[in-house]
């Protein structure tokens, strides 16, 4: 595999916190890892550091390869890396796997302190803004007082804004990618059908299957089968596979017909051996909980009024999950604060999903930010 125009070979690290983190629930937390990765060198006065925040089944692979024979790179290797529009040869990049997350960090397949068993189900249900407060103590351990910028799409774009909103003085820019600054009735809805698939799968036992020796394997493809059509857009998957027929004809039973059901089941099928039933539901739950202006009576100008970052926000006319009216809803609400705003609006036939893809334009918009970031530290 040519990994010549990649980061090259990552190793993820673990970094272990023996501070207590108290959540938005009430409970608390006495110690968790973190797992992370990271790109480029922390130049002198650590002023070129970035933060990249994944999305519902990201994690911090980011960008690279974890071997030389690793065939698939990080999930946002297009965008990070020498020479990329988040250019490692300038920044120095951080990718984190949230709190509650299936791949390293402290979550339910991590070892309950209290019980020597994994949580389960008994990890609390954490919420973006305990995310971004274990993120700050991270960046500490690593000594970055001020993030250069914090940047994500989607799930990752809100944590963005809500580093923006709780630590103003720790963020340069924040670049909020086809997100929203709260999630609608209808992805409300869409989330809760996706949880009922796995809670109500004979296999997931109250959330603690590993104890059954059993996975809601059924639920979780299927939550997973929905989610994925609603991340992409009819134009996109109807220019892919149309009606085209897997046998060249009907089959008049309950199997594969179609191209497109093919695909979803292989996606399905993927997930589900790759991500935990239980960090699926709480990370869906951390969705359907941000809503940063309802400490501010609901008023979304009140609540950025204390930001000190200045915002790049971008969305795809073809995401209907989150729909361009909910980016400018955060635009609007930035520039009825007077605070300093980018809005860039791209054309896209892969729906919400045209974050993590190459559109030429969208990557030009990103790539002539991060020039212009990096003239404020003279890279």
Known sequence: MNHSDSVGIVVPQSFAFDTPLRLQ???????????????GRLNADKSNAVLVCHALSGHHHVAGFHSPNDKHPGWWDNMVGPGKPLDTNRFFVVGVNNLGGSHGSSGPLSTN???????????????????????????????IAQWAAVMGGSLGGMQALQWAIDYPERIRHALVIAS??????????????ARQAILTDPDFHGGHYADHGTV?????RIARMMGH???????????????????????????????????????????ADAFDANT?????????????????????????AGTQARFFVASFNSDWRFAPERSQELVQALVAAKKPVQYVALQSSHGHDAFLMDDTAYMQAVRIYFNNIAQEFGA
């Open 216 to 220: 809601p394997r059924r639920g979780l």
């Open 113 to 143: 302190p209290f019980t020597g068993k994994a949580y389960g189900a008994d990890f609390p249900l954490v919420t973006v803004a305990d995310w971004v407060n274990s993120q700050a103590m991270l960046a500490d351990r690593l000594g």
């Open 280 to 304: 699926y539901l709480l990370m869906t739950k951390a969705l359907d909980y941000f809503d940063p202006a309802k400490a501010f009576g609901h008023n979304l100008k009140a609540a950025v």
């Open 180 to 193: 929203a600054p709260k999630l609608s009735t209808q992805n409300i809805a869409f989330n809760d059908v």
């Open 25 to 39: 629930n009430g409970s608390i937390l006495p110690h968790f890892t973190l797992m992370v990765e990271t790109y």
């Open 229 to 271: 059509i609603t991340y992409l857009a009819e134009e996109g998957l109807g220019k892919k596979f149309g009606r085209q027929l897997r046998s060249g004809s009907y089959r008049f039973d309950y199997d594969v017909d179609f191209e497109v059901e093919s695909y979803l089941r292989y996606q399905g099928d993927k997930f």
